[in-house]
């Protein structure tokens, strides 16, 4: 996709220049502009202006940096995968993240300036043996939502909301590339779990690993 259809890129900015961004967007209307969808249509997808983020999306308030579109979100423009939040018609679109904070509760560990990423999904309210534990990747019985794909709203808007709990604080070092950690903490749960396999052997020690798929995250992986 073109950048000139998502000019939510033109915040791929360092942080002196994006500070004086969101300085100016904290003076600016409560209207901001977003990347939505109506999920099921195709090619439905569009710049709206739409409300500043809902208080009820978390305590964190990010201005947004950089938005990393994937297999998924074309899925989603495609309408061939997604769902609204409920109530609603269109779906903001964007789930791999990259912000500066805003303002962030005094008692989190989150300050104003940092550099973070949005945690995907949200376990299932029931909740499930899986959810129940903090394991929301392995959700059981499907009733989980996700940013930007499933009945949440994603962090396709110039500003968006999220819970302390499901914010990760990168190292400010890291830059432009934080975008990139939703899609690699996937790579990093597979080695995980590889290393787990392994490890019920006492002399099983692979040398090669194979992996199967040549999209993104596989690369990831291989990396
Ligand atoms: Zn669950």
Known sequence: MESEKFPICAFRTMRPVWQ?????????????????????????????DIPE??????????????????????????GRYGSSPPGRERLVLG?????????APAESSIVGGDLVVGIV??????PCSACACGEWDM??????????????????????????????????????VGVLLEP?????????HIDRIVTRSRCWRPQVVLVSGAGPVGLLAQL
């Open 20 to 48: 004086l961004t969101f300085e100016n967007a904290r003076k600016a209307s409560r209207i901001m502009r977003a990347l939505t969808v109506v999920p099921g249509v195709p090619n439905s997808a569009r710049l709206d």
């Open 53 to 78: 983020p809902l208080n009820a999306d978390g305590a964190v308030l990010v201005q947004t940096l950089m938005i990393g579109v994937c297999g998924t979100d074309r899925d989603i423009v495609s």
């Open 95 to 103: 789930h791999e993240s990259l912000g500066g904070v805003l303002s």
């Open 121 to 126: 999904r949200r376990p299932d309210p029931v």
């Open 139 to 176: 959700c059981r019985n499907g009733l989980y939502t996700e940013r930007g794909i499933k009945h949440r709203n994603g962090y396709g808007a110039e500003r968006f909301r999220v819970e302390p709990e499901f914010t990760i604080a990168l190292g400010p070092t890291l830059g432009d």
């Open 184 to 192: 690699t903490s996937i790579a990093a749960k597979a080695w995980d």
